[in-house]
């Protein structure tokens, strides 16, 4: 519609101008309808190659909807289209990360999920079973006690395990507030060992602290001393009775610096590279646990910039190394 009135417009122009040129000469007349003629083709010409290239544009952003990523707007950087096509171009690669986003996000979920449930067979099998063995009228109460006990410690571990997930995945998605105070790190350590103690003296494991001064560090005091709870938890874990795990601070021009020693059999070589990462189970250090709380310890040291390393020291034993730096590297 609006194309035919254009036209008819241009029309009745040509024919007026003609007619108005007529009264003075018949080829002025001509001259006008020649060029009225020739104007009205190139801009035909001009109105046709700019629909087709709005026309394209459509159809490429038709494929881009459709998840085609091999479009490009090189074609659309000249003319009164190269402002609308920059734009939109910005737009798409906009999508394009926004997509790439959603795809990781969907396969981190779905191996969380997947994660979750491998981790909670095991003891969900264990406690059926048990459950099975207690509807015995055949067990005295010592068993029963027993069967008890051992009900606990697998819903509690399933607990933790649940809770351990559900932290590492609000730090994932950037929904925890780390506080920024003034952390003694002495308060902080007494503080982790005291969680422990229980632990410790039930393994036969010696916890010797050993703090240089009055470190502190800038950091979130509750956050971390889970952190650290669950790297003593690790050291008692694979330090034998009779042993003792060590958990040093000092400061440094750099860094607040907190170590953590075992008298286990230290880490093989060739799992250090793995051992923070989420599930990861070893042949030999981590077969008694489920894996993560190491990497829940390293996801939130790193979130506070800070930095988690793991070795072995002479004579043995595993060290887990914490710096929590005081600019940034």
């Known amino acids: 519609m609006r194309d035919r009135k254009r036209r008819l417009i241009h029309f009745l122009l040509t024919v007026s101008g003609a007619v108005i040129c007529s009264f003075f000469s018949i080829p002025c007349a001509v001259t006008v309808l020649i060029v009225s003629v020739v104007f009205f083709v190139f801009y035909e010409l001009l109105f046709w190659q700019r629909r087709n290239k709005v026309m394209d544009l459509c159809d490429d952003i038709d494929h881009i909807l459709r998840n085609d990523d091999t479009i490009s707007f090189d074609d659309y950087k000249e003319g009164e289209l190269s402002v609308l096509s920059a734009e939109i171009h910005k737009m798409t690669i906009r999508l394009r990360e926004q997509n790439s986003e959603l795809q990781s996000e969907k396969l981190f979920a779905k191996e969380a999920l997947e994660d979750i449930s491998h981790q909670l067979r095991t003891p969900l099998t264990s406690v059926m079973m048990i459950l099975g063995l207690m509807r015995s009228s055949d067990l005295t109460d010592t068993e029963r006690v027993e069967y008890l006990r051992d009900l606990y410690e697998l819903l509690a571990r399933m607990k933790w395990l649940i809770e351990t997930m559900l932290s590492i995945s609000r730090i994932d998605a950037d929904a925890v507030k780390f506080a920024k105070d003034s952390v003694s790190c002495r308060e902080l350590i007494e503080k982790s060992v005291e969680m422990v103690s229980v632990m410790a003296e039930l393994k036969g494991v010696e916890v ?31 330090t034998p009775a009779g042993g003792n795990v060590t958990i040093a601070a000092k400061d440094s021009n750099i860094s607040s610096n907190i170590m953590i020693a075992d008298t286990g059999e230290g880490i093989p070589e060739n799992e250090l590279p793995h051992i923070f ?49 005081k600019t940034t590297i």
């Not at 599930?279 to 993560?292: A, C, D, H, L, V």
């Open 277 to 325: 990462e989420r599930f990861y189970r070893s042949s030999e250090y981590t077969k008694n646990g489920y894996g993560i709380g190491l990497a829940f310890a390293k996801k939130i040291i790193s979130a506070q910039e800070g930095s988690l390393k793991a070795s072995n020291h002479k004579p043995h034993g595993a060290l887990f190394d914490i710096h929590f730096y």
């Open 208 to 238: 010797i602290t050993d703090i240089d001064g009055e470190p502190e560090l800038i950091g979130d005091l509750h956050y971390t001393s889970e952190a650290i709870v669950n790297l003593l938890k690790n050291a008692i874990e694979h």
